[in-house]
């Protein structure tokens, strides 16, 4: 809901969200899904950040 509102008032807005949630595999897939552009985590989940970013993308390719 916030994407689309923000999004139809300034079409190159950039979200994202920061924190636990940025490094959680769900959250990320989920941010993928409502469009987000970024997720931002600690250090030591980065590696499993990127592994969930790249499967959201794989899975949204294979539709």
């Not at 636990?20 to 409502?34: A, L, N, T, Y």
Request: glycine content about 12%.
């Amino acid at each position: 809901m916030a994407v689309k509102g923000g999004r139809s008032t300034k079409p190159d807005l950039k979200m994202g969200i920061c924190g636990e949630h940025g490094g959680d595999p769900k959250s990320i897939q989920f941010c993928h899904e409502v469009g987000l552009n970024y997720v931002s985590c600690s250090p030591f989940r980065v590696p499993i950040a990127r592994l969930a970013a790249a499967q959201a993308a794989i899975k949204e390719q294979s539709k």
